[in-house]
């Protein structure tokens, strides 16, 4: 009998320990992750890597300042014709050599959302296996690897090698439920860099005689207009995190940009009034790893943007609802235009 | 003789290790320095993202083909001996991808060669045309007798692209409520996709649906 009590109190034992390491390891890889996220914002650093997605690779170059408050990036293809972005806490600009021409887009929020460091709840672990494990040298630097397994379609996660030191990214893959990799990013060296100058910061393209193409942000925004959108289906754990109106190239009147989050992963729906009628259409196109899925229908033009699988924008798009005399009803897509696998 | 080939041989087997997650993280670190500098181990590094993801698209998708044409692998087979320009060098292509294993559930349809791989695109081009990436009410290409054709297809599902500007601006918007690493994967992802172009429609998987992917394979 007191064998038998022994034994259990020793199993209950290990359970509970095993347990509570699982939670510490949990919350040891959530504080990995905010570290991540603070140091990819607050460093000042210099570095050039291969980008490989399912299709393509290509060579870039980072520099990113953090002073004041303040950050200021630049992002250049080392390939290809030489795109680059020059990006700071007002505005992007996106400069495209091949088009001759330059997009500038206005921030919404000037100071706080870009270098807002996100934090990662326990809430967080009901749609993300997350884990930490131990890894070999990365760069000749000590690394830690944290897995952010997504359990279920909708999706994506990511393996992380970070600096132990820093708990800068050295290698992130992002990867899909079954872990295969969507689109990886391997650095072949990073610099942190004490201060970085002007200079540094500059656009390498001669711009002149290029179209500038710029955008602000609707800050009077019809918050109620907006608001009135739904997406019907939401997979688990998304909610609209935020809504606003914004000026998008070749639209008249605003757009509607409601932003949906499960706390990682984040999906953009814009919703676009025009006078088109009749042409009922669905595309889906890919930007690196972002899916777009998009609609004609009559009288909207609705697009979803995001760093998930082509089901989610798919679904989110396909299942919105629009306002008409206080009642919601779906948007006239035809169904049948898109066969569910 | 043998010394000059050995290294590329050495090159390849370490590119088929990265892009399987399998290479140590030692020589990870040496091969992407490489990379940054060897433009030809790059665009190898290409050919085998293309080939390899065409693949495995359709090497898992081989019940739609199937049920296409049961008899498939022969006419693959013809379609090889018929088309006497393209082969050695996507065989070479093939022999050396990271991506043979991939191969192997479907090594009965005469898979190991560039002519089926392009024939799988554009019998999966269609089966998607079939599934309805199209508009509605536009036509589809015709199957013949219950025959696949193997025409490359164009023009499929080409209903409503967003235009590239628009598109940029669609995901520079998004990016600003992002998280810091997923804003950096979204802002490089346009600036990487200027060699294939935003408007290129791609199915589920991701993989362009037109034209333009096969002629990548073939070139």
């Known amino acids: 009998?007191?064998?038998?009590?022994?034994?259990?109190?020793?199993?209950?034992?290990?359970?509970?320990?095993?347990?509570?390491?699982?939670?510490?390891g949990t919350e040891d890889a959530r504080v990995w992750l905010e570290r991540m996220s603070q140091a990819l914002v607050e460093r000042n650093y210099d570095g050039r890597f291969i980008h490989t997605s399912q299709t393509q690779s290509e060579t870039m170059r980072i520099i990113h300042r953090y002073a004041h408050g303040q950050i200021t990036e630049r992002l250049v293809s080392l390939d290809g014709v030489g795109r680059e972005y020059i990006r700071t806490n007002a505005e992007v600009t996106y400069y495209m050599p091949d088009t001759r021409s330059v997009l500038v887009e206005s921030h919404a929020e000037k100071d706080g959302l870009l270098s807002l460091i996100p934090e990662y709840t326990p809430g967080l672990e009901a749609y993300y296996d997350i884990s930490t494990s131990p890894a070999n040298k990365l760069l000749e630097r000590k690394a830690q690897l944290v897995n952010v397994q997504p359990r279920d379609e909708y999706r994506y996660g990511y393996r992380l090698w970070l600096d132990a030191d820093t708990a800068m990214p050295l290698k992130s893959q992002l990867v899909d439920r079954q872990g295969h990799i969507v689109a990886q990013v391997a650095f072949a060296d990073l610099v942190l860099r004490e201060h970085i100058t002007d200079r540094d910061l500059q656009p390498a393209v001669d711009t002149k005689g290029f179209e500038w193409i710029r955008h602000e942000i609707h800050r009077q925004a019809l918050v109620n207009e907006v608001n009135d959108w739904r997406v019907g289906e939401l997979p688990p754990g998304f909610k609209l995190t935020n809504s606003r109106l914004q000026s998008v190239v070749g639209s008249k009147t605003p757009v509607k940009h409601l932003v949906y989050s499960d706390g990682l992963a984040t999906v953009s729906v814009f919703i676009d009034q025009n006078d088109m009628e009749g042409q009922v259409g669905v595309s889906l196109?890919?930007?690196?790893?972002?899916?777009?899925?998009?609609?004609?229908?009559?009288?909207?033009?609705?697009?979803?943007?995001?760093?998930?699988?082509?089901?989610?924008?798919?679904?989110?798009?396909?299942?919105?609802?629009?306002?008409?005399?206080?009642?919601?009803?779906?948007?006239?897509?035809?169904?049948?235009?898109?066969?569910?696998? | 003789m043998t010394d000059a080939i050995q290294p590329n041989e050495t090159l390849q087997s370490q590119l088929s290790a990265f892009l399987d997650d399998e290479l140590p993280n030692a020589e990870t670190d040496l091969l992407v320095r490489r990379l940054i500098k060897d433009r030809e181990l790059k665009q190898t590094m290409a050919r085998y993202l293309i080939v390899g993801e065409v693949l495995r698209n359709t090497a898992s998708d081989t019940s739609k083909v199937a049920a296409l044409s049961p008899d498939f692998s022969k006419r693959i087979a013809i379609s090889i001996r018929q088309e006497q320009a393209v082969g050695t060098k996507e065989q070479a292509v093939l022999k050396n991808s990271p991506w043979s294993k991939w191969l192997r559930p479907a090594a009965g349809m005469a898979l190991a060669s560039g002519v089926a791989a392009l024939a799988f695109v554009s019998l999966r081009s269609q089966s998607d045309v079939e599934s309805g990436w199209l508009a509605a009410g536009q036509s589809q290409p015709a199957i013949q007798g219950g025959q696949p054709s193997y025409r490359r297809v164009n023009a499929v599902t080409r209903s409503a692209p967003i235009p590239e500007a628009r598109l940029a601006n669609y995901v520079v918007a998004h990016s600003e409520f992002s998280s810091p690493l997923g804003r950096g994967n979204q802002l490089t992802g346009l600036?990487?996709?200027?060699?294939?172009?935003?408007?290129?429609?791609?199915?589920?998987?991701?993989?362009?649906?037109?034209?333009?992917?096969?002629?990548?394979?073939?070139?």
Request: hydrophobic share 40%; proline share 4%.
């Open chain 2, 191 to 219: 600036l990487t996709s200027e060699q294939q172009g935003y408007l290129q429609i791609v199915n589920e998987e991701g993989v362009p649906v037109s034209v333009e992917l096969i002629k990548t394979v073939t070139e």
């Open chain 1, 1 to 24: 009998m007191i064998a038998r009590f022994a034994s259990c109190f020793l199993t209950m034992t290990c359970l509970i320990a095993s347990t509570v390491a699982t939670a510490a």
């Open chain 1, 285 to 341: 196109q890919k930007v690196g790893s972002t899916y777009a899925f998009h609609t004609d229908t009559a009288g909207y033009q609705v697009t979803a943007v995001g760093e998930v699988p082509a089901a989610t924008v798919r679904s989110m798009v396909l299942s919105l609802t629009h306002p008409s005399g206080g009642n919601h009803e779906s948007l006239p897509v035809h169904e049948s235009a898109v066969i569910r696998k």
